[in-house]
């Protein structure tokens, strides 16, 4: 039977609960993170958790483990749980408290729940690619904090799969930001083109792999935001995250890209990846 942790606890999962006034419940007063098992092993998974706390620094929620304690936690959830490939979602709440908006006081313990998933990495569409299509970023202005209210990006996810396409690639006033679920890339003459991190997409763990593998083969990273015209007009698109990896998109709005033809810079990345697969999983 699968277990799943609640706070320090691993509890069968029909046995796991949580209160109905739990603050992630109620406001979405909450941060998470997904991190991904490859043979067993934890995919940057400091990288991960380094995130998470900053996450709860940001909105002033005081976590009281260490990345160490964290690791901990989480790799015996999976090795209970028995996952070899898969992937690992962590949430920690704000806690239960009667409903109201301003911070608990005094302060209430926050409530920390993970469970795992197993499933086969998405070898055909890392192959082949996948479709966009492209929908206004109506998100908050704090998209650096990976927050549980995902109001937004459930929308725009919504809206791609209305479409028949994988992701739905948000714009404000035009220019590209990220993925309901993942960062974008343009790629023009060998040079990759993203949205800067700052308060409007999130800091990708799979976007600073991509970086390394960048650095380590001369391939040129602009931190430049693009517009949907440029990207729709770039020789090559994908998007990363820890779910998709790097995942070349062929269709954007219906509109081909390269002919639909993964390209090469793409393919570069994604040969460097698996490097880092292996170097970076404990
Ligand atoms: N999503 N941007 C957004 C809005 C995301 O939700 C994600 C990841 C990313 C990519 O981040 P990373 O490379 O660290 O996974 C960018 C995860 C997978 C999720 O919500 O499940």
């Known amino acids: 039977m699968r277990k799943v942790l609640i706070n320090e606890r691993l509890v069968e ?10 603050r992630g419940y109620n406001f979405g007063d909450g941060i998470y993170e ?9 995919f940057t998974v400091r990288e991960h958790f380094e995130r998470l706390l900053r996450s709860a620094t940001e909105i002033g929620l005081d976590l009281k483990y260490s990345i160490d304690d964290l690791i901990k936690l989480v790799k015996e959830l999976a090795a209970t749980n028995q996952v070899t490939n898969g992937g690992i979602y962590l949430q920690v709440t704000r806690g239960a408290a009667p409903r109201d908006h301003a911070f608990p006081t005094p302060p209430v313990e926050p409530v920390l729940t993970a469970f795992t998933r197993s499933y086969d990495r998405p070898f055909k569409s890392l192959q082949e690619g996948v ?14 904090i990976k927050s549980l209210n995902l109001l937004g990006n ?8 209305k479409y028949n396409a994988s992701e739905a690639i948000q714009h404000r006033d035009g220019t590209v930001t990220e993925g309901s679920s993942s960062n974008v890339y343009a790629v023009k003459d060998g040079t990759i083109y993203t949205h800067p991190t700052n308060n409007l ?15 380590d083969e001369n391939i040129p990273f602009k931190e430049e935001a693009v517009s949907v015209d440029f ?6 698109v994908f998007i990363s995250s820890t779910s998709v990896e790097i995942m070349p998109i062929i269709k954007v709005d219906g509109e081909a890209i390269n002919e639909e033809i993964v ?7 994604q040969k460097g990846f698996e490097k880092y697969i292996n170097s970076h999983s404990e």
């Open 263 to 269: 390209g090469k810079v793409t393919r570069q990345l």
């Open 34 to 42: 997904y991190i991904r098992i490859y043979d067993g092993q934890l």
């Open 13 to 22: 999962e029909q046995d796991a609960e949580v209160a109905y006034n739990d």
């Open 201 to 215: 997409i999130l800091n990708g763990i799979t976007r600073r792999v991509i970086q390394w593998i960048c650095e």
């Open 231 to 236: 990207l729709k007009q770039a020789d090559e």
């Open 154 to 161: 459930v929308l725009a996810k919504e809206y791609a799969t």
């Open 131 to 144: 479709s966009a299509v492209t929908t206004e970023d109506i998100r908050w202005l704090r998209c650096d």
